[in-house]
């Protein structure tokens, strides 16, 4: 699922790459990027935490980077985007410049830097304008799920479409996604992919969801097969299961006897009973037994 | 509303069920009876389904009109979500009246959603209380060839449904027709379209739920759902679905952060609903995204506020997924709170660990049942239960 989501085939969505500090999500990102570029489409990052040598060596021409990596909170006197712009009016002035007919993909490097600073309702707000507006077609942000509260991180990836959570992999270079994807309808995928990226930031799928993790030892170590070394024969050949089902067994009746006792008829066994002189005795009053 | 109804009318579903009789109470009161409603058999209260024919029996028969159900989402918010949608369509199908306010999805979205009813008089799952008749073909007595004697006792149903009909039963892979949804009038509340005032700074409450809890008291009292409007006109009941109150999108941080700023404004929004609904005949049933609630406290606040409390956790994405215990249901059911309406206790559900599965036809709500593993797969240990 991996390469559906880098294929970007469905506007609208807003993916977050969720990483931690075990393992960096960035690569990741500068992946989806890469992709966008490769469809011409318009990418506009805003970009907090590297700069834009760090994070695109070479200035291509439908990249749109907003500086908000050397003054984000607006210390100096000329700021070129700090974090307080980040709400619907200026992202929209600020999409607004491109003169591209489609809509462009937005790229957010990081949530959690903006999540510092403002607070989480403003920010889950300005997403969902974001969404709804039809400003942008995509929005792919970076999240780093161990610097917040888990009530945050669950509030911003409950707005997301897919998340994409990366966990180191069992060997150097690998790395785990656990990715949820949410449809319209309301459906939930789940699937796990082991990919690395390459130099040219291509992502390459090694193998889909081989857990040789302890998880999968334990039931098989318990699924022994009981009837596997007898001594004896515990399976029928066809002869014998034919026999088997002729015998007839004691309690076993033909069916008329069956229907017989089945449908039997609602006088068959009754008790009559008249009640009698004596059987009037009531327990609670101690008079009753006086013979008087 | 909490007074009972002192009238026993005709029921309300289009072909009487066979075990009602046709006496009726007499009475001196006329009070007018409203379609979809039915008066509960335990205490009087009047009732309405919620559109799930096994929620309704855990409710105690229905949803008493004038309460709060509160509907703790999943995961995923994917089965909480179904049961809004079944609410909603339950008061189309009655011809109810219907409010959806909601922050997040435009309500005219999710009214598009309704699942389609099944219209069909034959009901799906018609519990067995009748034995069978003696005209079965023969050929029927193969059926058990070692335990023919218990061929006609009635089967035991696990799933829980009471056994006169009350609700309907949806198709959720079909959308309801607009002409039928159509019929139906709709108020709605979309968070996006009320600009945010400034925010006043004395009262405990947010303004988005102060704006809601103004719409819904407008709506109530235009329309005529106030108990003390005068009873010469019809009366009809009012259905509030609020899906995903709470969330950040409604401005509140108590989904974001473990304390925080203004804790208190869900749980006085639900104090000021309930208010609203003890005098008005209204029900509302509200999602909540627990999950991310972190508070306990909090969370145990709103449970308390609410008349019924009902958490769904759903198995995707947890372990409990590959758990061959529940490898037939889709997650677990637990009730948080049961009504105590004009009474000092209330009936607690007999049994605890539930289970829901979301079937086409029906959404089920059954006892966990114990799948023995060794063996052939279908054989089951089948608890008794009760009907």
């Given at each position: 699922m991996l390469t559906e989501l880098l294929q970007g085939?469905?506007?609208?969505g807003f993916i977050i790459i969720r990483d931690s500090a075990s393992c960096s999500g960035r690569h990741l990102l500068k992946s989806f990027i890469n992709a966008a570029l490769n469809r011409e489409e318009d990418v506009h990052v805003l970009g907090f935490e590297v700069s834009e040598e760090e994070l695109k060596g070479s200035p291509v021409q439908r990249l749109h980077f907003h500086n908000a990596y050397s003054d984000p909170l607006g210390?100096?006197?000329?700021?070129?985007?700090?974090?307080?712009?980040?709400?619907m009016e200026e992202l929209a002035r600020l999409l607004k410049q491109t003169s591209h007919p489609k809509p462009a993909t937005l790229v957010i490097d990081s949530l959690s830097w903006i999540l510092r600073h403002v607070s989480p309702p403003a920010v889950c707000a300005t997403l969902h304008q974001l969404r709804k507006g039809g400003a942008v077609r995509a929005i792919v942000a970076l999240l780093h799920g161990d610097m917040h509260q888990r009530g945050t991180v669950g509030s911003v990836c409950h707005l997301a479409s897919s998340v994409i959570t990366v966990a180191p992999g069992m060997k150097g270079g690998d790395a785990v996604a656990k990715i949820t994807k949410r449809s319209k309808s309301g459906k939930v995928v789940q699937d796990e992919d082991i990919f690395t990226i390459n130099n040219d930031l291509t992502v390459v799928?090694?193998?889909?969801?081989?857990?040789?993790?302890?998880k999968q030892a334990d039931p098989e170590e318990q699924e022994m097969d009981p009837t596997a070394h007898l001594t004896f024969n515990l399976r029928l050949s066809n002869k014998e299961r034919e026999a088997k089902e002729k015998l007839a067994l004691p309690f076993v009746f033909s069916k008329e006897k069956k229907t017989a006792l089945l449908h039997s008829s609602p006088g068959s066994g009754r008790i009559l009973y008249e009640p009698d002189a004596n059987d009037d005795y009531d327990q609670e009053d101690p008079d009753d037994d006086l013979d008087v | 509303m909490a007074a009972p109804v002192s009238t026993v009318g005709k029921p309300s579903a289009e072909r009487l069920p066979l075990n009602t009789t046709s006496f009726q109470k007499k009475t001196r009161t006329k009070l007018i009876s409203i379609p979809g409603t039915r008066p509960s058999v335990q205490n009087g209260q009047l009732l309405v389904s919620t559109g799930v024919t096994s929620l309704d029996y855990l409710l105690g028969g229905g949803l008493a009109v004038g309460t709060v159900l509160l509907v703790e989402e999943d995961r995923y918010d994917s089965y909480s979500r179904m049961i809004l949608k079944y609410f909603l369509a339950e008061g189309v199908v009655c011809r109810h009246e219907l409010f959806v306010a909601s922050a997040q999805d435009n309500p005219d979205d999710i009214l598009q959603e309704l699942p389609a009813p099944i219209l069909d008089d034959v009901a799906i799952h018609k519990p067995v209380e009748q034995p069978r008749l003696s005209c079965e073909p023969q050929d029927s007595l193969d059926a058990m060839k070692i335990a023919w004697r218990y061929q006609n006792l009635p089967k035991v149903q696990s799933a829980l449904a009471s056994s006169s009909r009350f609700g309907h039963y949806y198709d959720v892979s079909k959308t309801m027709e607009p002409e039928i949804r159509q019929a139906a009038k709709c108020h709605r509340f979309y968070l996006t379209e009320h600009p945010t005032q400034s925010p006043p700074t004395h009262s405990t409450m947010l303004e988005s739920y102060s704006a809601l809890l103004k719409s819904l008291q407008e709506v109530i009292n235009s329309e005529g759902f106030d108990v003390a409007a005068p009873m010469s006109k019809s009366r009809n009941i009012l259905r509030i679905g609020l899906p995903s109150l709470g969330s950040a999108l409604w401005g509140d941080d108590l989904s974001c952060h473990d304390n925080p700023r203004n804790g208190h404004a869900l749980a006085t929004f639900f104090y000021g609903l309930r208010a609203m609904l003890r005098s008005s005949l209204a029900v509302a049933v509200v999602t909540v995204?627990?999950?991310?609630?972190?508070?306990r406290a909090l969370m145990g606040n709103i449970t308390r506020l609410c008349d019924n409390a009902i958490a769904l956790e759903s198995f995707?994405?947890?372990?409990?997924?590959?758990n061959p215990l529940y490898k037939d249901y889709h997650g677990l059911l637990h009730v948080r709170q049961v009504p105590h309406l004009n009474c000092l206790a209330s009936k607690l559900?007999?049994?605890?660990d539930l289970a829901f599965k979301l079937k086409r036809k029906q959404f089920t709500i059954e006892l966990c049942q114990p799948v023995s593993t060794i063996g052939c797969q279908k054989s089951k240990v089948k608890l008794l239960t009760v009907a």
């Open positions: 085939s469905d506007a609208g210390w100096t006197d000329k700021p070129t985007f700090t974090v307080h712009q980040f709400c799928i090694q193998s889909k969801h081989s857990q040789v993790g302890h | 995204p627990s999950h991310l609630i972190q508070d995707k994405g947890s372990e409990r997924e590959t559900p007999d049994h605890k």
